[in-house]
């Protein structure tokens, strides 16, 4: 539906385990090979314990002895956590001001994690950070930013903060990736971003493929009123929305509680990502209707990428859906749409008597 709104809006060691395993220099070939060694696990990961301490044998350790050594320590890499590991640990608990007891916990996690980070300069959001999302902050933040930045994924100050910004350009990310779409950066969001080819927003003229491509990477996320207007300066793509002006039947209104898009938040995605063109900076329905990139043209006139808006004119307008062309299973006339509250963006049968625009660059 329409909103009625203004329109405003962790740490790479930078060595692969082999190459720490050969230069840290109480390291010896007489010690465990690399291919005995538990392959590194996060230390803040849900799969490691919520203590280390002596006597664990893991990936975990492996990441510990790693980061440890970064900030100083000279161990050897094995994943075993030992005398050697231990010592390390009490020594780097009493310089940080950390109880000195040779068990890593939440505290001494995040102290390692941070002065490693510091040390080394650079971040490797597999290896050294675990899962992130709204709330975490430093260096496994500012990696992820810069590198949903470089996927176009959102326009986002690299702050080491993750908020709103940067929960909605990781749902673009996820989207765009056939991930499930929650803003959690874990496992799989991790090897896509490293895994994957960036390329440029499209420009030039519309294809109208990509635009409807777009659209459905969506499908699944919430209708929330309000979502996908930058109204916390997130840009186009899922966001919280707002209860200003909310008068749907589910109550208490939970727009500003629930990450999604409305109607125009989809098409304004759509054409964003499939297209580079940002429709009315986030604007409702009427407002788009008025953008420089709209022409009006006739029912019969619509070809897939057109747009339907719902209302009493032409430029006073309450709602809008996105022509997905024939089914060529069905046979019948589909689209994408946002409909409301308590239902999700869906590919549905195009329902007519609206005002038709097509977009064009």
Known sequence: MNTLLPTRRRLSLGLALASVLTGVGAFTASAASAATVPAPIPITSPSCPANLRLGEADGCVTQLQLELNQTGAHLAVDGQFGSGTDTAVRDFQAAHSLD??????????????????????????????????????????????????????????????FGPATDTAVRNFQAAHALTIDGIVGTAVKNALYGSKPTPLPSGPIDSTKVLNAAKSYLGVPYVWGGGHSLRGEGPGPSLGTCDGYTGSIQPCPADTTVGMDCSGLVRAAFWFGAGIDLANGG??????????????????????????????????????????????TGADMMYEAKETGTNVHYVGLRTGGYWYRVTA
């Open 284 to 329: 409702d329905t009427s407002e788009q209707t008025l953008d420089k990139h709209l022409t009006p043209i006739t029912e019969a006139q619509r070809r897939p990428g057109d747009v339907e808006y719902f209302g009493s004119a032409a430029h006073n307008t309450v709602h809008v859906v996105l022509y997905a062309g024939t089914d060529p299973a």
């Open 100 to 161: 000195v007891d040779g068990i890593v916990g939440r505290a001494t996690k995040a102290a390692i994690d941070t002065a490693a980070a510091a040390a080394s300069g650079t971040v490797d959001l597999r290896t050294q950070c675990g899962d992130l999302q709204k709330g975490a902050t430093g260096a496994c933040t500012k990696t992820l930013q810069s590198m949903l930045n470089t996927f176009n994924a959102g326009r986002l100050t690299v702050d080491g903060q």
